[in-house]
């Protein structure tokens, strides 16, 4: 979709019917009369670094997101201002997990998932809730016991009831099933499955939505972003629930991928165009991009990973459905990779900014990707050209 059509669409309102939030007329006002200023001040603004992600995305009616991460918000003010300048869309990476949120039967702790949710309110952020139904990490009291179908169905209806419920009207979506099929496409075991059965999935959805009618509800899956049986799978699952008139909105694809193992553009096009067609949004939802497997110079790694960003952000910009991407953390000094899978910085650098918070070449792909297709006057002398991005870097 051209900028054009996608602004016309975005002041029409038709496009994001479910998602007046986007961008509304105002911002849309706000954005052009800060680029008509760009115009006119560009010589001053050449050596001003970008307003970030946030403001070249809603030009395209996307959200840009990041994880965040308790600790380190309250504790790191360079994390804070990077969060805040550059994306419009915040996860917590851990703090409504049940185990976080849901320690004790009966007892909840909100504090950080409160936290998290005040930060982004203050800074203009969407948040989009992470996750309610999952097989891991999840407290030990819920293994504590043989539960019947009954009891399971009880527990997990309280727990998204009173979380939903909680930030009914601020989280705007929720991650409502996470990662429920396996990779060769049947469901993952987990304890849900075994007590509840398959339909633990449709009663999640539907208990969430009756906690919070307008939230967008997702659900999220990783490796499914290649035309493979993980995504045949998911897109049956979606296709099952959409027949059945299940409150599914969306679908998530993690994006958790590698220099040698990143989907190909035409790919990821086709797996999001066949869920689109059911009516559903896809978000890009995790996103990071692994380099430590790989022996090769670190500049050539950075230009590789600078690609897949640049690629996956183009897919998601061109495909009216694609709503969101977000980074799977802030900078290479948080990712969880390093503890997941091993290797240390700089040969492992999954994301856009090094641990200093210095903008990587992926940010700069990614920079370039959402100044590719606007109009000429505004790529060339918008805020965040190529060009001033460029003698930015040189700063
Ligand atoms: C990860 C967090 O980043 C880690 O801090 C935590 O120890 C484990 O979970 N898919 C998901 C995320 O949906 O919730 C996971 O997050 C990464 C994989």
Redesign the pocket.
């Known amino acids: 979709m051209s900028f054009l059509r996608r602004l016309a669409v975005a002041v029409s309102g038709s496009k994001h019917n479910r998602d007046t939030l986007v961008i509304r007329p105002i911002i849309v006002t706000l954005a052009l009369a800060a680029l008509s200023l760009a115009l006119v001040t560009s010589q001053t603004l050449a050596l001003a670094p970008p307003d970030g992600f946030r403001h070249a995305a809603q030009l395209w009616g996307l959200n840009i997101g990041a994880?965040a991460d308790y600790t380190y918000l309250t504790e790191d003010e360079r994390y804070r201002q990077t969060l805040a300048r550059e994306f419009d869309l915040l996860i917590p990476?851990?703090e409504m997990?049940f185990d976080s949120i849901h320690p004790l039967p009966g007892v909840y702790d909100f504090e950080a998932a409160d936290a998290l949710v005040a930060f982004a309110e203050t800074h203009n952020m969407r948040v989009r809730g992470?996750?309610l139904v999952?097989g891991r990490?999840l407290p030990v009291w819920v293994f504590m016991r043989q539960w019947t179908r009954r009891q399971a169905e009880d527990i997990l209806r309280s727990h998204i009831q009173t979380v939903v419920g909680r930030y009914r009207g601020r989280v705007y979506a929720w991650?409502v099933i996470?990662?429920a099929v396996d990779d060769n496409g049947s469901l993952r075991d987990s304890i849900w499955l075994q007590t509840i059965g398959p339909d633990y999935i449709d009663l999640a959805f539907r208990w969430a939505h009756e906690a919070d009618p307008d939230a967008v509800l997702i659900y999220?899956d990783?490796g499914g972003e290649h035309l493979n049986p993980k995504a045949d799978a998911v897109y049956e699952l979606a296709k099952g629930m959409v027949e059945r008139g299940v409150p599914v909105h969306g679908v998530g694809l993690?994006m958790?991928t590698g220099l040698e193992w990143a989907p190909k553009p035409a790919d990821l096009k086709a797996v999001i165009n066949r869920l689109a067609e059911l009516g559903l949004e896809v978000h890009i939802t995790?996103m990071d991009v692994r380099t430590g497997h790989v022996d090769w110079p670190l500049s050539i790694k950075q230009a590789e990973q600078a690609a897949i960003y640049r690629s996956v952000l183009s897919v998601c910009r061109d495909a009216p459905a694609c709503k969101s991407l977000s980074l799977?953390g802030v900078s290479d000094a948080q990712s969880?990779v390093y503890?997941?899978f091993g290797g240390s910085y700089p040969e492992e650098s999954p994301l856009v900014f090094d641990p200093d918070y210095r903008p990587k070449p992926a940010y700069f792909a990614m920079m370039d990707a959402l100044a590719q297709g606007l109009p000429p006057q505004e790529a060339r002398h918008g805020i965040f050209s190529p060009l001033m991005l460029k003698e930015w870097r040189q700063e």
């Open positions: 994880a990476e851990n997990k992470h996750v999952w990490q991650d996470n990662e999220n990783l993690e958790h995790e799977w969880w503890y997941t």
